[in-house]
């Protein structure tokens, strides 16, 4: 197939590629910069971005938003010609000041997910950054796009799709994602294409919509954009490159997972979620026991109920610490068998996506 580039409201990837914010600490600038520097869009996690600022525990807004201008920078440096984008969670405490922090710091991009994204359009006002809502189903795109128009009469520079096998949170109840009749991301995405439509009728402007969620192959990617996307999101496969932020002992975890140890988990955010199975999902209840110095990253979390510190558990592995650490995957993590750099990979998505026919 030939490969289109991806128009993100003016903004152009050379390549139809995003990399998926992976928080926290997993997509950080490297990678992010990496993505960019091969002509697709690299996506820094924006969750308790400040993790390791000595002050986090004590300060942890400041530290998150000197953290966030340290990264944005960094990436810019060394992707300065590339397309970098911040990842928000909606559940994040302090949403609005981290969004107007990245906005200042010259951001491309927000992409908000892990809950409807209502207040987004006010962060960016009088500035270029484009934005990007994360959704699960038509209904939810209608929702946003419709709740955009009446308030700030503007509406999504791109919608990205999380179907039900992506990696982290999931926008879809436990019933539906282990049942063998899921809907498939292409599906979703055809929902969501029709429902976006009235709205690119009425502010004249296309509105790309992207897949996310158990794409793996150039063939995969092929699909989806035959389907109508405008290009993918992928995570997973970002994860065991050189350029990924984790330490090595978190990507050698991608590596040895097979099909029967990813399980899904309630997570204290209020969603299921994909992660690997190990020591910390088996013991799950005495970490409850362990919440200490709660820093209030999440709304509505209250440690005094919370299953367990979900901050504390992506810290632990990211950093290696794997027994102690929420290891989140997408479904496909036991394909993957190396560490490849991400030129390389995306030149296999390139190469496997040219072979690919046109439909
Ligand atoms: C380790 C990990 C962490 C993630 N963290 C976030 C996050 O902080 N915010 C978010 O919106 N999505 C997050 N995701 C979802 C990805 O950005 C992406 O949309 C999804 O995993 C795509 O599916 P794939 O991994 O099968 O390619 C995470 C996924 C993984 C695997």
Redesign the pocket.
């Known amino acids: 197939m030939n490969i289109p580039k991806l128009d993100i409201g003016g903004l152009l990837a050379e390549i139809p590629i995003i990399q998926?914010?992976?928080?926290i600490g997993?997509s950080g600038p490297e990678l992010a910069a990496a993505v960019a520097n091969e002509g697709g869009v690299g996506v820094i996690?924006g969750?308790n971005i400040g993790y390791n600022e000595p002050d986090f525990k004590t300060n942890t807004l400041a530290a998150n938003l000197r953290a966030l201008k340290k990264q944005i920078k960094q990436a810019r440096q060394l992707a300065p010609k590339g397309i970098i984008g911040i990842?928000l969670?909606v559940a994040m405490n302090h949403y609005i000041e981290i969004a107007h922090a990245a906005v200042h710091e010259g951001i491309d991009l927000i992409?908000s997910?892990?809950g409807l994204p209502t207040n987004l359009p006010e962060t960016v006002q009088g500035f270029k950054t484009r934005i990007a809502p994360?959704v699960s189903s038509g209904k939810a795109s209608k929702i946003i796009l419709q709740y955009w128009d009446k308030h700030y009469g503007r509406i999504a520079d791109m919608v990205?799709v999380?179907g039900p096998?992506?990696?982290?949170?999931l926008g879809f109840s436990q019933e539906i994602l282990n049942a063998q009749n899921k809907p498939s991301v292409i599906d979703i995405v055809k929902e969501v294409i029709a429902a976006v439509k009235p709205f690119e009728e009425k502010y004249k402007k296309n509105i790309p919509v992207i897949a996310?969620?158990?794409?793996y192959t150039g063939s995969d990617i092929a699909d989806c954009l035959n389907a109508g996307a405008s290009g993918v999101?992928?995570?997973?496969?970002f994860?065991a490159t050189d350029e990924c932020d984790a330490d090595i002992r978190f990507k050698e975890k991608y590596i040895a997972a097979k099909n029967d140890d990813v399980v899904i988990i309630k997570s204290p955010v209020g969603l299921p979620g994909r992660a690997l199975n190990n020591k910390f999902i088996q013991e799950l209840d005495e970490y409850r026991e362990k919440i200490a110095g709660c820093v209030q990253c999440l709304k509505g979390c209250n440690p005094k109920v919370a299953p367990y510190c979900i901050s504390t558990a992506l810290i632990n592995a990211v950093r290696g610490n794997i027994d102690d650490g929420l290891?989140?995957?997408?479904?496909?993590v036991y394909k993957i068998d190396k560490i490849v750099s991400v030129k390389s990979l995306i030149e296999e998505l390139l190469n496997e996506m040219a072979l690919a026919p046109n439909q």
């Open positions: 998926g914010a992976m928080g997993v996690a969750v990842n969670m992409i997910g892990a994360i990205i999380e096998e992506a990696g982290g949170h996310a969620g158990g794409i999101q992928m995570a997973t496969r994860v290891v989140f995957v997408g479904s496909n």
